[in-house]
């Protein structure tokens, strides 16, 4: 017998973060410099990177809005390292997370871009606003 559920008539009620998640290869090491990360994300135009430790578990997201404090002193970003600065941290999306409910944290902590991670700490992706918003609306 199949039953009517109002959840499952929503567009994307059955789809998780592992359905919206998008491959990201840009990634800078904890102990960088400032200096290195503005230096990356200017020649690659990029607005983030994924900031990850000396193990290589993601450990969050830089973005040049991020970093402006310690650009505008330029003495400082030959010396500060990216783990000295604040700038997004965890916790992280998980690829069987809802992605309805992904979307709800997202709006919440004002997120465009949340890193995916596998349960011992390791990137398997992002998750941005867009495409997540685009997934949800889509008729099914």
């Known amino acids: 017998m199949t039953t009517y559920s109002p959840e499952s008539a929503r567009p994307g009620a059955a789809l998780t ?3 919206a998640m998008a491959r990201y290869d840009h990634q800078i090491a904890d102990d960088s410099t400032v200096d290195q990360a503005d230096d990356i ?3 690659a135009h990029l607005d983030y990177l994924l900031v990850h430790d000396h193990d290589g578990r993601l ?8 970093l402006h404090p310690f650009l505008i002193r330029p003495w400082s970003t030959e010396r500060t390292s990216i783990s000295s600065t604040s700038h997004q941290r965890g916790p992280f999306a998980w690829p ?4 309805a ?3 709800i944290a997202m709006r919440i902590k004002r997120l465009t871009v949340w890193p995916v991670i596998d349960d ?16 949800l609306t889509e008729p099914a």
């Open 17 to 19: 973060v592992a359905d």
């Open 41 to 43: 994300l200017r020649s």
């Open 59 to 66: 450990e969050g997201l830089v973005t040049r809005t991020g």
């Open 120 to 135: 011992d700490g390791y990137l398997l992706g992002v998750l941005t606003a867009d495409r997540v918003a685009n997934l």
């Open 96 to 99: 069987t997370m809802g992605l």
């Open 101 to 103: 409910l992904a979307a």
